[in-house]
Nanobody
């Protein structure tokens, strides 16, 4: 069992920045690929970005490329999402997810989910 705890959400104006963090409760978290997903009101949860367990490979949704950066620290078992140039359409609850299979994580399947953190971008 791995617990994921997100932090760092909040309210920001368009063009601003936020930094989200997700901490895993167990060192087994270092063996998982980790990612961020988001769910806006009335919409399905969607993939935002992911990083392999080694940190060597990352992937981003087209909508966030060039604005968001994912990174991880396996000594602290955390994954961080730096979000710059935020837009109102980035408003959503952001979830941290993990999976030992990269393709499944990219497909939106997480073996564990965090509780989510709200990001609101005002225009």
């Amino acid at each position: 069992q791995v617990q994921l705890v997100e932090s760092g959400g909040g309210l920001v104006q368009a063009g601003g920045s936020l930094r989200l963090s997700c901490a895993a409760s167990s060192r087994t978290g270092t063996r998982y690929h980790m990612g961020w997903f988001r769910q806006a009101p009335g919409k399905e949860r969607e993939f935002v970005t992911a990083i392999t367990w080694s940190g060597s490979t990352t992937d981003y949704a087209d909508s966030v490329k060039g604005r968001f950066t994912i990174s991880r620290d396996n000594t602290k078992i955390t994954v961080t999402l730096q979000m710059n140039s935020l837009k109102p359409e980035d408003t959503a609850v952001y979830y941290c997810g993990i999976n030992s299979v990269w393709a499944r994580l990219r497909g939106g399947v997480s073996q564990y989910w965090g509780q989510g953190t709200q990001v609101t971008v005002s225009s």
